[in-house]
């Protein structure tokens, strides 16, 4: 069996399409679809069942699947320990990260992967929860950085980080006297919010504080881009929830005040951030290697997340989330 032939199979079978498929290995459809036939006429099987909706693994399909993945997997540690011979790890990390966390993480992650991997690639992609969450079922990632990640059996996730909330309105056209007071639930959900829509985890996450205590957001306009939100902010339209990243790395952050907003249960507002890798496929030394930084760098320049907070934090939707921040 074809190396080439197997990846092709794997991508379609998982991805459930053809088309996906094409677009993940950047290869011509009917490119794939040959590789994927000459498996099947090689294994004298038929390995996907095509309809209209896309392809699905047959009984053998399926059963190569599971073969394939190890197959494939092994193949990347073969790679990887023929580089330790030569005295370090290689191969390629794919990492997507939210923009907020790629905002403080991109720049330091590089310059140490490439001082301590020199013979491995690293590619990080900025991207919203859901479809991160695709991308490490596709193999697309290998390692994703989630908000509010909930356990399921297709990921292995770790708790990384917690990132502050904060209220962020005009700032005021003259400096005040004295500091800005923390906003309040109360106050919060009285104000007109610009927020992105569902499923976006700090949407959710504040919907969700609010709903435990009595209150319902008051939505000025749903926007799921942050330098969009804070376009509309800068000219008063409405207010925001953002993390202090994401305002720190707007074209004049000096045009925005922040303030700390309370909750019952906390001092402050925040949101945790987890490492997720897909456990479908083991992660590979190198891959290990890029979360040991990842989790490295949370800790110099993100807050640590308490184990103990996420107890005591209202329960979040389990539906998939995604991220604008």
């Known amino acids: 069996m074809d190396l080439k032939q197997l990846e092709s199979f794997v991508r379609v079978a998982e991805l459930g399409s053809f088309t996906r498929a094409a677009l993940t290995l950047g290869v011509a459809q009917p490119a794939l679809s040959r590789q ?10 038929t390995l996907l069942a095509r309809n209209g909706r896309g392809a699905v693994p ?51 992650l590089t310059q140490a992967f490439r001082a301590q991997l020199p013979e491995a690639r690293l590619a990080i992609t900025e991207g919203l929860s859901t479809s991160m969450q695709e ?48 906003a309040t639930l109360k ?30 957001p008051r939505i000025e306009l749903e926007i799921d881009g942050v330098p969009a939100i804070l376009d509309l902010v800068e000219d008063g339209v409405g207010c925001a929830v953002l993390s202090r990243n994401a305002v720190s790395s707007a074209a004049r952050p000096d045009a925005f005040s922040v303030r700390p907003i309370e909750t019952p249960r906390a001092p402050t507002l925040r949101i945790e951030l987890y490492t997720a890798v897909s456990s479908l496929r083991p ?9 040991e930084m990842v989790r490295a760098l949370a800790r110099k320049r993100l807050e640590p997340l308490d184990i103990a907070r996420r107890s005591s934090a209202p329960t979040q939707p389990a539906a998939p989330s995604a991220e604008g921040s």
């Open 58 to 108: 047959t009984e053998a399909g399926a059963l190569l699947l599971e073969h394939a993945r190890g197959i494939l997997h092994q193949v990347e540690r073969a790679r990887e320990e023929l580089g330790r011979m030569r005295g370090s790890l290689s191969g390629r990390v794919a990492l997507g990260l939210p923009p907020s966390v790629a905002r403080a993480l991109a720049v330091p």
């Open 187 to 216: 106050e919060l959900a009285q104000l007109p919010l610009i927020i992105p829509s569902r499923p976006n985890a700090i949407r959710m996450h504040i919907d969700a504080l609010l709903d435990a205590a009595g209150l319902s």
């Open 36 to 45: 994927v036939r000459l498996l099947e006429v090689e294994l004298r099987q």
């Open 283 to 291: 992660a590979t030394r190198t891959q290990q290697a890029a979360i």
């Open 135 to 182: 991308a490490l079922l596709s193999g697309r990632l290998d390692i994703a950085v989630l908000y509010n990640a909930q356990p399921r059996p297709d990921f292995d996730i770790a708790p990384l980080a917690s990132e502050e909330l904060l209220l962020v309105q005009p700032a005021p056209t003259r400096v005040p006297e004295k500091p800005l007071r923390p």
